[in-house]
């Protein structure tokens, strides 16, 4: 896997090439760029995919020890992976992480033409909903983490609302979601990274205010949300919309939060749409 040496830390990740407009897609907590391989299938063909592997759990080369992996830390290594490798005009895509409204309040959009948002962190919802609320008092507890990821080693355990169980309406692949954990699972740095992130959430009122910051945004934009969503709101789809200037919003029935699990084949119709319609 291709890696890129940034301020933090070696980030891994991959890249289909070719000569297509550029599509850089982003995972949320304790997953990897994976969660979007079977969108990368249907829209490689025409398009440049380019998925990191963010410092959020599932990477497996731990950033450095003074490194901010706070949500604006992460969205500025963001910024820096689009930086180093070159890339302009891109259309940057997100699942579960919440990235896009700390990117543009802090000015760092140069690179990015296009905004694909799907279910995620909006608002005030940080951390988001059941099992963020779970990942966040486990992390206050000395050893938490530990305990609370060697319990998903029980393929039961992963259906559970506080766990995974709310995240995707269809089981994840064993195998796949064995491959999210398993940096967790076998390194304390790994779980160090994680920590610092899950408990970096701002006041609300910072929140909020980055999310006003997308107004601001004059790129084309498609927020695309699942309508059975229960731990990232529909509702947040919707006035995300109204908060970027001529958004398009679709809601994808028969899914949960991760829509490129639950529903890919449908999300990449909408995204392919989008791209070629604001080409």
């Known amino acids: 896997m291709p890696e890129v040496e940034l301020s ?7 890249d289909s090439g070719g000569d297509g407009p550029v599509l850089v897609l982003l995972h949320g907590v304790a997953m990897d760029g994976s969660l979007w391989r079977k969108v990368v299938a249907e829209l490689c063909p025409d398009y440049r995919c380019v998925v ?7 990477h497996r080369r731990p950033m450095k020890p003074d490194a901010d992996l706070s949500v604006l830390g992460v969205a500025r290594l963001v910024a820096e992976f689009l930086e180093r490798l070159d890339l302009h ?4 895509a997100m699942n579960d992480w919440g990235g896009a409204q700390a990117l543009v309040a802090d000015g760092r959009t140069e690179r990015i033409g296009r905004l694909v948002i799907t279910s995620c962190e909006a608002f005030d919802n940080f951390p988001p909903g059941l099992p963020g609320s779970n990942l966040v008092a486990s992390a206050k507890v000395p050893g938490g983490l530990t305990a ?4 998903l080693k029980l393929r039961s355990m992963r ?4 766990t995974w169980g709310w995240m995707s309406k269809r089981p994840v692949d064993h195998d796949v979601m064995d491959g999210w954990f398993r940096p967790v699972w076998e390194s304390a740095e790994i779980r160090r990274d994680l920590r610092k992130y899950v408990l970096s959430a701002p006041p609300k009122s910072e929140l909020l205010r980055w999310a006003e910051k997308l107004r601001e945004f004059e790129g084309p934009a498609l927020v695309a949300w699942a309508a059975e969503d229960k731990v990232m709101p529909p509702e947040h ?7 970027l200037p001529g958004a398009r919003h679709v809601e994808i029935p028969d899914s949960y939060t991760l829509i490129p699990e639950d529903r890919p084949a449908e999300l990449a119709a909408h995204m392919a749409e989008f791209l070629a319609r604001t080409a």
């Open 8 to 14: 933090a830390g070696v980030v891994e990740y991959e």
């Open 52 to 58: 990191p592997t963010l410092p959020l759990g599932g």
């Open 89 to 92: 005009d891109v259309a940057l």
């Open 148 to 151: 609370a990821f060697t319990l």
């Open 159 to 162: 259906r559970l609302p506080m």
């Open 237 to 243: 789809g919707r006035r995300l919309a109204e908060l």
